[in-house]
């Protein structure tokens, strides 16, 4: 029984001094492969380093790359940003698109002062869109899955779907958080789903309710880490905290992620994780 992981950021500072000892838990726990997101055009060299030496960290885990511009760093584009994104697709044929999307939440619902938009110039929602836009017919172009974060935004976001070339083997929707009336136009769109455990906190009842709505084959599981670790009674391998005093996610929390979804959608873990499998092989592999 194989794991794999569709959406982490291995480059994020929290995890860098640990990264051989989370290697190493991976394979133990039989966490096979996962997609490290870049979320701008300076985390770009770093994830393909990372992803370029695996046998650094392990030679049986797969550390697959992906590029994008994320909306909240969309504002902080430089003007040769889609040069530098089309070549680092051209680079590497394992590479696919992401994280992109579209983020209401920080345009309208962030306060003044957040630490999270320190020194971001928050880009309005037609720039976000005309960004991801850019980005996802660019993934079509390649054929590369894109991963895609929206927040508050799942109308928008369906239009642009709706509208834009898409990449024939698919897209993701990274950490679905959009009501369950969605699920299937977008599913007929060509999206995977992917579960999160931030869906087990008790106020996320509609996210529940969308992943147990989601199409067996669509369905495929993450951890964001180091973001959204599990709660305190679940966290079976805690990595301490940031100096802000958020939990470490742990990505060999990858096993909880698949306990806590075989639980909500009622089936065993085994079959799960064979579909889980069949679902990622057919989007990044």
Not at 54 to 72: D, E, K, N, T
Not at 129 to 158: D, K
Not at 243 to 267: C, F, K, Q, T, W
Request: with cysteine; net charge negative.
């Amino acid at each position: 029984m194989n794991f794999y992981d569709a959406h982490f950021h291995l480059q994020f500072d929290s995890l860098a001094p640990h990264l051989p000892a989370i290697a190493d838990d991976l394979v133990r726990v039989n966490c096979r492969a996962g997609v490290v997101n870049g979320t701008n055009e300076d985390e770009w060299p770093t994830v393909a380093s990372l992803c370029s030496q695996p046998s650094a960290l392990s030679s049986q885990f797969r550390f697959i790359p992906s590029y994008g511009v994320h909306p909240w760093d969309s504002g902080n584009r430089t003007a040769d940003w889609q040069r530098k994104l089309r070549a680092a697709l051209a680079a590497d044929p394992r590479a696919h698109v992401g994280e992109i999307g579209l983020d209401r939440w920080i345009v309208d619902g962030v306060r003044p002062g957040d630490p999270r938009i320190a020194g971001l110039r928050v880009a309005p929602m037609d720039e976000q869109r005309e960004v991801f836009a850019w980005q996802l017919a660019l993934a079509a172009e390649f054929n590369r899955a894109a991963s895609i974060h929206c927040t508050q935004a799942f109308g928008p976001l369906l239009e642009v779907l709706r509208t834009t070339p898409r990449p024939a083997r698919g897209f993701l929707l990274h950490h679905y958080g959009g009501p369950v009336e969605l699920v299937q136009p977008f599913a007929d769109l060509g999206a995977y789903f992917s579960y999160n455990l931030a869906a087990e906190q008790p106020k996320r009842t509609a996210e529940r309710a969308s992943f147990r709505a989601v199409p067996a084959d669509r369905l495929l599981v993450e951890t964001d880490a180091p973001a959204y670790a599990p709660p305190p009674e679940r966290n079976r391998f805690p990595l301490g905290t940031d100096p802000d005093g958020s939990v470490i996610n742990h990505p060999v929390n990858i096993a909880v992620a698949y306990d806590a979804l075989a639980e909500l959608r009622g089936i065993a873990l085994e079959p799960l994780a064979a579909q889980v499998e069949q679902n990622f092989r057919k989007l990044f592999l």
